[in-house]
């Protein structure tokens, strides 16, 4: 079930943010302050009352442009949809929020989620050369928005 995340989530928010970004790992502090934000929307998928995966989405209100800031899912629950389902869901506040475009960040290295965004329709626009430690570059990605079809949030 994914649902809107709460910082009663933080604890199980940062122990998937550091097993999954372990050299890049936002502070704890630093995610408090994104969940909290009034110009962010972070979603949890919990399994059996269990977080399992998060996400989140910059988009101000009104703003033609927004921001995937992170998604990350359990190694053990991947492969099945869920990420692609949060990444639908966040698209879908950021459309809900105004946004025509949705830009991100993924690592180089990180084939899978590369994958999964260009089948989304995201495209490579730019890198930014060593961007994460380790001096592995930041592919820079972006989507043009469409609507959805009204009650497809599949489409």
């Keep these: 079930m994914i649902r ?3 910082t009663s989530d933080l604890e199980a928010i940062m122990a998937l943010e550091n ?3 372990p050299d890049d790992a936002w502070s ?3 995610m ?3 969940v909290a934000s009034e110009h962010n929307h972070y979603l949890v998928d919990e399994e059996d009352g269990r977080v399992i995966g998060y996400g989140g989405v910059r988009a101000l209100r009104g703003a033609p442009d927004s921001d995937i800031q992170t998604i990350a899912l359990d190694p053990a629950y991947r492969g099945q949809g869920r990420g692609r389902r949060m990444l639908r869901l966040l698209l879908d506040l950021a459309r809900e929020r105004g946004a025509r475009d949705t830009f991100l960040e993924v690592r180089d290295d990180n084939e899978v989620a590369q994958a999964l965004y260009l089948s989304e329709g995201f495209a490579e626009i730019g890198r930014r050369p060593r961007y994460y430690k380790g001096g592995v570059d930041a592919i820079i990605m972006k989507i043009e928005l469409k609507v959805r079809p009204e009650g497809n949030a599949d489409a």
């Design 32 to 34: 408090a302050a994104e």
């Design 4 to 6: 809107t995340a709460e």
């Design 19 to 21: 097993s999954s970004f």
């Design 28 to 30: 704890e502090q630093t």
